[in-house]
């Protein structure tokens, strides 16, 4: 829902993240290391990368760590004591320079975490967060964002969304909660009257390259097919696809144990892994990596669907660009559509 639109200019977007700053919050945005641009906390706008593609990693580690404490516990002689987790501890952020798919990551997330147990951690985090979005005005031949429902300009997951009016124009800022009328709030004196009424001419051009109904009924049909088998012949179980996904929340729970005290973690885990569903009795229902495979593409994109109403990819191909196999996702949903059942 667009609450309201507002222009704000190249040169105050700079004034927007001091504000943002000033007003207490951790910001985390794309920044450049090592070849590698990221998530990262910064308090300096200069070195914010404004123009890339897409980060290696999404931004869901700001609502969903890669590792995250959930209690402490302490063992003595009158029994165990726990100390859960506190939201005291969680700050306010501004997650800067979001790309669409991965703010419709972080909404995905969130129908995950509140399907059948309504997660308190993830959620207290989501509270704390204002996502301030950008549109595309790129895209690669990994992009896939239309077929997965969303788009270079999609606003679901954003509180604000700013669009470029072309190379070196104003941005249109595109209000779409209460957090994002905040920032507008706190920093008025930036924003002025929109006159542009259609941002559809500055975004990047994605084609549609299939139909995610069609393969929903698709996967229905193809559990037992030897698709599954070829396509993952090269997969190397290395569980790079599902760590740099926005969308893929399995994880791990562990107890890191110190004598009689530690505490208790979960952390990111991936159905990619050999070891993901083995069994304590030496079973495991998916024993081989094409059924691991199998079990990646029916749960973003039939059982997520079919349970949360939400598919469970946004398009980012980021998968593809980091799979050191060369699996790519795009060339398999669209191969999977030919598949024989
Ligand atoms: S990144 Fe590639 S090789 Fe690694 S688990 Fe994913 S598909 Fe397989
Ligand atoms: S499955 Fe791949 S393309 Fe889809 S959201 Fe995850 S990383 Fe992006």
Not at 30 to 43: A, C
Not at 167 to 190: F, H, P, Q, R
Not at 307 to 322: D, I, N, P
Request: with cysteine.
């Amino acid at each position: 829902m667009i609450i309201d639109k507002w222009l704000i200019s190249k040169d105050s977007l700079e004034k927007l993240f001091n504000v943002l700053k000033k007003d207490s919050k951790k910001i985390y945005a794309p920044v450049g290391r090592n070849g590698k641009i990221s998530f990262r906390e910064t308090d300096r706008f200069g070195e914010i990368d404004t123009g890339y593609i897409q980060t290696a990693q999404s931004s869901k580690e700001v609502v969903f760590p890669r590792t995250e404490k959930i209690l402490d516990y302490n063992k003595n002689k009158d029994g165990v004591s726990v100390k859960g987790f506190d939201p005291g501890s969680i700050p306010e952020v501004v997650l800067w320079g979001v790309r669409p798919c991965d703010a419709m990551g972080i909404w995905k997330l969130s129908a995950i975490f509140n399907w059948d147990f309504k997660d308190e951690i993830f959620n207290t985090r989501l509270s704390r967060v204002t996502v301030v979005g950008f549109s595309c005005a790129r895209a690669d031949e990994y992009c896939f964002c239309t077929s997965a429902g969303g788009g270079p300009g999609n606003t679901e997951g954003s509180d604000i969304l700013l669009t470029q009016l072309g190379e070196n124009g104003d941005y249109l800022a595109e209000i779409l909660t209460e957090k994002g009328s905040a920032i507008v709030t706190i920093a008025s004196e930036l924003f002025r009257e929109n006159t542009v009424l259609n941002k559809e001419q500055f975004l990047a051009d994605v084609p549609v390259r299939f139909d995610r109904e069609e393969l929903r009924v698709k996967l229905e049909k193809i559990f037992e097919s030897g698709c599954w088998t070829k396509q993952s012949l090269r997969c190397l179980g290395c569980g790079a696809c599902a760590y740099v996904c926005p969308t893929c929340a399995c994880f791990d729970i562990q107890d890191e144990a110190h004598g009689g005290s530690g505490m208790r973690v979960r952390c990111w885990d991936s159905c990619g892994f050999s070891l993901f569903t083995l069994h304590t009795s030496g079973h495991n229902p998916r024993e081989v990596q094409s059924q691991r495979w199998r079990q990646r593409i029916m749960h973003k994109f039939s059982y997520m669907p079919d349970r949360l109403s939400v598919y469970g990819c946004t398009g980012c191909g980021r998968c593809s660009r980091a799979c050191p196999a060369d699996m790519n996702m795009l060339e398999h949903l669209i191969s999977i559509q030919e598949a024989e059942a």
